[in-house]
């Protein structure tokens, strides 16, 4: 069977109060993206502390980590978030600035719009409500960076719709080479507030029928693709055993994880290592990830 591909998300918005582990410093990004990686992993997704540092100061900020995880493991495969606020040219500047200095091989891509909300009573929308929007023109603009700088897609799939669109234009021929299409199953806690039982807002509860729903959409894609639960646990879930089992690949790490203790990063990490032996599936290293996914840059 195709070697698994563990995608560690080490930070997103998580903040320390919700686990100390998470790392936001240049400094600490780079040690735990390291011990991600001799624990298994070959994607390495980060955010900066803030969104909102665009163009330059972002760049540098993100290149800082990058040239020490890349000075000791040269394979990593890294990839950055967008930044939030500004035109859609500043809130991609950073992006490009990084991709010149040849230290990533991947970039996001989110191909759709989604109402989103901090959790209020009885599991409705709460005091924070707002829309992420990608339209066709962002999801357009961000294909030509990808293209010109031989990027490998990152997408991430908040429900079908997002899915039929990276579809079609992966159809038409327009989606650049190397994408990773991550299905996101929603979890038990709200992903901003991380409130047990508070207003959802990723489409399908990780169960077995939507999982199977998803596969089939992308039956005969030839496209990569892995498992994830913002707001959850998608090991405990049960998701990441089917999607071991099915072919697919596993994302994991404190943007995501939601569940009682206070894991590392590199322990949810080993707990799919551990998962994939026991299920006989042999876990990639960063080259064969590279491959699996069809890389520009390899």
């Not at 980590?65 to 978030?81: E, H, N, Q, V």
């Not at 707001?231 to 939601?258: F, K, P, Y």
């Not at 299920?279 to 960063?286: H, I, M, T, Y």
Request: hydrophobic share 40%; aromatic share 8%; net charge negative.
């Amino acid at each position: 069977m195709t070697p698994l591909i563990i995608e560690a998300a080490i930070n997103g918005s998580t903040p320390r109060s919700h686990n100390p582990h998470v790392p936001k410093t240049p400094g600490q990004v780079a040690a735990d993206a390291v011990a991600c990686i001799d624990a298994g992993a070959t994607v390495i997704h980060t955010h900066l502390e803030k969104l909102t540092v665009l163009g330059r100061p972002a760049a540098d900020e993100y290149l800082e980590a990058y040239r020490a995880i890349i000075a000791m493991r040269p394979d990593a495969i890294l990839c950055p978030t967008a930044g939030a606020g500004g035109t859609l040219q500043e809130r991609w500047q950073h992006t490009e600035l990084i991709a010149e200095s040849s230290l990533i091989k991947m970039s996001v891509l989110d191909p759709g719009s989604v109402n989103i909300a901090n959790s209020g009573d009885n599991g409705l929308p709460g005091s924070f409500r707002g829309v992420y929007a990608v339209p066709f023109e962002e999801i357009e603009y961000l294909i030509d960076i990808l293209g010109r700088h031989r990027l490998g897609p990152s997408i991430a799939i908040y429900d079908p719709s997002y899915l039929q669109t990276t579809l079609a234009y992966h159809k038409a021929g327009r989606l650049p080479p190397g994408a990773l299409v991550k299905l996101y199953f929603a979890g038990e806690y709200n992903f901003l507030d991380f409130v047990k039982g508070g207003f959802k807002f990723f489409s399908l509860n990780p169960t077995r029928k939507a999982f199977d729903a998803y596969v089939e959409m992308m039956e005969g894609s030839g496209l990569a693709w892995s498992v994830a639960i913002p707001g959850g646990d998608v090991t405990a879930s049960g998701i990441a055993r089917m999607a071991i089992e099915q072919g697919g690949h596993v994302r994991v790490g404190l943007e995501d994880h939601a569940a009682d203790g206070k894991p590392t990063n590199a322990q949810l990490v080993a707990e799919v290592v551990a998962l994939a032996g026991e299920l006989g599936r042999p876990v990639a290293d960063s080259r064969t990830a590279a491959q699996i996914m069809g890389l520009p840059r390899q």
